[in-house]
């Protein structure tokens, strides 16, 4: 099984959680965050569907730890994608959250703030620099102090390019765009020179876009949504320009990845976001377009690419805090998460792992050529996404985002109307 960069968006996408301040206010909460002690007893860990492909791995990193450190027990507990969050926050409100959690940054806010998450900068602060400093951040919550995850496997995905296209409308197709600025430029030429037949891209802006382009999405104190400023609004301004002129898919819309997967398959689009499992589909489908694939980094005009991010939390709750949160630090080690990433079609979010000649090293084939473009982008990336940034809210930015496009809203009313939205949703989060 590999877990390509859509795939891995998908499960682990923001859902909202049902509230949780019954559990607690915020803080540690009576919680331990003293790891000091002896490292014993039993805990349990769970994982979120990983056991049908990976079942003999965990049982060997669980006997690893478990022979490191005589007198503890593992119990390992893996749940279903189908309802993960809604087991969790069932669980939390119960009193029956394991001591070791796998999650995403979006499912360990509001168990953050119901202090239910330990606080690893101070339960585990020595282990902060085995990590890059962007996963390590991914977990931190806007308006709290603190570190609720470890940060376990990271992914990201390249763009690919169509050369031949990109030469046609006299583009070097050996300089593909970079940052917005250069994509916008392009992206127009090659809409004027295909008399608009070929759009660059399929895809209306996301909110991870505004982040690349160096939009502030949230203010500090973490209490509201901000994207509505003048950056945010030059960037939809741009994408409806794009829009007007057809160098953004008329049917954007309304795309999913296997739409607008298919227009770059035709040639209708001349850059979209993939895989290596992507590239061995051009071989496969369509031979002309594999000989004339490009690899880029995604496009950002802040220097540093989105990474979707998973993360290993300790139950600040738990009765084994120092084996809970070794046990947490042995599974997100170097170590397992290289061995891991040998496995499944993921990256390691420890500081230097990126550097393995199994990341650095060509070999001839697709996966490789596209697994080092992208660990390259990864040493300095970013979780663009808020955390707090649910489904609910993704939906309200695109309503608002396809008005703009279509001229219904101008593109500051329609980022206010998302931006009102959003703080709503955000204010029922508690």
């Not at 590999?2 to 795939?7: P, V």
């Not at 394991?98 to 168990?111: C, E, M, Q, T």
């Not at 008399?195 to 999405?217: H, M, S």
Request: charged share 20%; net charge neutral.
């Amino acid at each position: 099984m590999r877990i390509s960069r859509r795939a891995f968006a998908a499960a682990a996408a923001a859902v909202v959680l049902m509230p949780l301040s019954a559990c607690g206010s915020g803080g540690d909460d009576g919680g331990s965050t003293d790891a000091s002690g002896k490292v014993e007893g039993d805990i349990t860990f769970q994982t979120w569907n990983l056991r049908a492909n990976f079942k003999s791995y965990f049982e060997g990193v669980i006997s690893g730890f478990e022979k490191q450190y005589p007198g503890t027990h593992v119990k390992w507990i893996d749940q279903p994608a189908e309802g993960y969050a809604d087991k969790i926050s069932a669980d939390a409100a119960g009193g029956t959250l394991p001591d070791v959690v796998n999650v995403s940054p979006d499912l360990v806010a509001p168990l953050a703030k119901a202090g239910l998450a330990m606080d690893l900068d101070k339960a585990a602060s020595k282990y902060k620099s085995e990590y890059l400093p962007g996963a390590w951040a991914s977990h931190q919550i806007p308006g709290m102090t603190g570190t609720y995850a470890f940060p376990w496997y990271l992914n990201t995905g390249p763009l690919f390019y169509n050369k031949s296209l990109f030469k046609q409308a006299g583009l070097d197709a050996d300089q593909p765009p970079k940052t917005y600025d250069e994509l916008f430029a392009q992206a127009l030429q090659l809409a004027k020179k295909t008399d608009g037949k070929v759009a660059t891209l399929a895809n209306v802006p996301t909110v991870e876009d505004f982040g690349r382009y160096g939009v502030e999405l949230m203010n500090k104190a973490g209490t509201a949504f901000a994207f509505n400023d003048a950056k945010g609004i030059e960037l939809l301004t741009k994408y409806k320009e794009l829009y007007d002129a057809k160098a953004l898919d008329p049917q954007a819309l309304t795309a999913t990845p296997e739409s607008s997967g298919k227009k770059f398959l035709t040639g209708a689009v001349a850059m979209n976001p993939g895989s290596a499992l992507d590239l061995d589909n051009f071989k496969k489908q369509a031979p002309s377009l594999y000989k004339n694939i490009g690899i880029t980094d995604q496009i950002t005009s802040t220097g540093h690419v989105n990474m979707y991010v998973m993360g290993v939390m300790v139950n600040s709750k738990t009765k084994h805090t120092p084996a809970a949160v070794a046990f947490a630090h042995y599974v997100t080690d170097a170590q397992q998460q290289m061995s891991f990433a040998k496995k499944v079609a993921i990256f390691p979010s420890t500081a230097g792992s990126l550097d393995d000649p199994y990341f650095t090293k060509e070999d001839g084939t697709d996966e490789t050529r596209v697994r080092i473009a992208a660990a390259k982008s990864l040493k300095n990336a970013v979780n663009y996404t808020p955390v707090l940034f649910s489904e609910q809210m993704k939906t309200a930015l695109r309503n608002e985002v396809a008005k703009a496009l279509q001229g219904k809203e101008s593109p500051e009313t329609a980022l206010d109307n998302a931006v009102k939205q959003c703080n709503t949703l955000l204010q029922q989060q508690g």
